[in-house]
Nanobody, 126 residues
Framework: QLQLVESGGGLVQPGGSLRLSCAAS????????MSWYRQAPGKERELVAA????????HYADSMKGRFTISRDNAKNTVYLQMNNLKPEDTAVYYC???????????????????WGQGTQVTVSS
């Protein structure tokens, strides 16, 4: 049974950092591109970052460039999101997602991801 389980969210002050993890099981993790999305109250789910199956290529939404880093450890079946210099507008539920098709690069289109975790809440507030 495929599972994606996020962890690492919480309450952090502006300028602080958090590291999110997404533990995957039930599929050949190393064969699939992965991504992180987020959804704030009243807003659509938006792409944060994506990474190819090998981890060799990454992609970020413009507002996250230079502050967030996506990485993966295929030996541990885990994808990470390091978030630095957090801002109040980063407050959202963060989700990891598996790409629908194996072996391809990342995609920035939400319809290309077919499996989602339950999400982890990130709140940036003083």
């Amino acid at each position: 049974q495929l599972q994606l389980v996020e962890s690492g969210g919480g309450l952090v002050q502006p300028g602080g950092s958090l590291r999110l993890s997404c533990a995957a099981s039930g599929f050949t993790f190393s064969s699939y591109a992965m991504s992180w999305y987020r959804q704030a109250p009243g807003k659509e789910r938006e792409l944060v970052a994506a990474i190819t199956s090998t981890g060799g290529i990454t992609h970020y939404a413009d507002s996250m460039k230079g502050r967030f880093t996506i990485s993966r450890d295929n030996a541990k079946n885990t994808v990470y999101l390091q978030m630095n210099n957090l801002k109040p507008e980063d407050t959202a539920v963060y989700y990891c997602a598996k790409r629908r098709v194996r072996g391809l690069g990342y995609s920035s289109m939400i319809k290309e991801y077919d499996s989602w975790g339950q999400g982890t809440q990130v709140t940036v507030s003083s």
